[in-house]
């Protein structure tokens, strides 16, 4: 039985249990939130297999005036909105075809079908409306003890999808316990190539989720270890650095950060390691940006040693400067924690004060316009800046009579 099932005694839960039985559909909850309920974990998104087919579920959620967004039909699936809770409903399905990237599927009535199907034990758990489970490959178990563990032979459920060999760890990295799968690290080890086929968007979802774990250290070293990450990652990796990081964040009261964490993976990211990144995890544009400023911040992050946590901060994007400095200390010595503290606290007050003078005040003191202008109100904006924002207006002008 579930552990925890107050997201299946949940209004809108309930609200979609009653419109499916009333259209005669027949179901159980699958995947995440099973497992997770089951462990006492906080259950996020809601999974539903059944062996009706997409438009029976389209036509029974609808009578009952509930929202259904056909997301997937080839695939059978059907996204339920109730109020603003998704849930996505799927048919049993078994693989006809698979490439190592995508499937074909058919529609079945199997249950246990569907679960063979699926990548890990403890991700084939089925849970009725009333919490009782249905487990066919020893899931239960293997989620209770912390085994990550292929249903089947894992080299040919990776030769299925070679993104299982990043599930694969990520799994351990959040649900593990003790070592590694022996069988499944073989196999991961000797497929690793194959995660080179896999799309950067692909990749990238799987290494923010385990960079995200609460300690994903060790299960680097296992990628590492078993041949995987440098198919995955275009970049030298440095253990130490995140487990520092890592700790850093826990002593400052941050949550996990999978960009600041992905920096301290590579050590201090410089612009080739930070381009072949997005080249290959097809990283955003504002990712990539935040990258580049933990090294190009270096000499704003200079200042927080000194507490000029203002002037470090004017002008920047304050989250990236308090990346910048952890990233720095964590590589370059000893972190100072109580002054990396006092700039989180800093930040959350901060407002940044704005410069009292503008071109026009120097047009008015008879400066001419061009480029003599803009390095006059660029040296006294940072005569300003350095002054720790206290000189006002009459204190700007006066000091531009003097240039």
């Known amino acids: 039985m579930l552990t925890d099932r107050s997201w299946l005694d949940a209004k809108p839960t309930r609200t979609l249990i009653a419109a499916l039985d009333n259209g005669g559909v027949d179901f159980r909850f699958v995947g995440g939130a099973v497992r997770d309920g089951l462990l006492g974990r906080p259950v996020t998104d809601i999974d539903i297999a059944t062996p009706a087919r997409p438009e029976d579920v389209i036509r029974a959620v609808e009578a009952a005036r ?32 698979t490439d190592g990237r995508h499937a074909v599927v058919a529609f079945t009535d199997d249950w246990q079908a569907d679960a063979a199907r699926r990548d890990f034990t403890m991700n084939a758990l089925y849970a009725d409306r009333g919490g009782a489970i249905t487990d066919f490959f020893g899931g239960e178990s293997d989620a209770r003890a912390g085994r990550v563990r292929f249903i089947g032979d894992p080299a040919t459920r990776i030769g299925e999808d070679a993104l299982r060999i990043l599930r694969f760890f990520r799994f351990h990295a959040w649900y593990g316990r003790n070592g590694l799968d022996d069988d499944g690290l073989a196999a991961c080890s000797k497929l690793a190539a194959m995660v080179e086929r896999l799309s950067g968007e692909r990749v990238r979802v799987e290494i923010f989720k385990t960079l995200l774990a609460p300690d994903p250290a060790p299960v680097w070293r296992a990628m590492i270890s078993a041949g995987v990450m440098v198919h995955a990652i275009p970049a030298a990796i440095r253990i130490e650095v995140l487990s520092s990081m890592v700790a850093l964040e826990g002593a400052l009261g941050l949550a996990p950060d999978p960009l600041r964490r992905l920096a301290a993976l590579v050590g201090t990211p ?5 381009a072949a990144l997005k ?17 190009a911040l270096a000499g704003r992050v200079a200042l927080i040693s000194r507490r000029a946590f203002g002037q470090a901060l004017y002008g920047a994007r304050p989250h990236r400067v308090r990346d910048a400095a952890m990233l720095s200390q964590i590589t370059t010595g000893t972190p100072d924690t109580r002054t990396l503290a006092d700039l989180c606290r800093f930040m959350g007050e901060w407002i940044e004060p704005r410069f009292p003078l503008s ?16 390095r006059i109100l660029a040296e006294l904006e940072q005569w300003w800046v350095a002054a720790d924002f206290l000189p006002n207006r009459d204190a700007c002008l006066a000091r531009l009579r003097l240039q």
Request: hydrophobic share 40%.
């Open 66 to 97: 509930l929202k259904a967004i056909p997301t997937g039909m080839a695939h059978g699936t059907v996204t339920v909105l109730v109020g603003r809770r998704p849930f996505e409903i799927t048919t049993l399905r078994r693989d006809v075809e």
């Open 270 to 274: 410089s612009p080739e390691v930070v």
């Open 279 to 295: 080249s290959r995890l097809r990283l955003a544009n504002r990712d990539e940006a935040h990258l580049l400023s933990l090294g």
């Open 359 to 374: 071109g026009a005040d120097l047009l008015s003191a008879g400066t001419p316009p061009g480029p003599e202008m803009g």
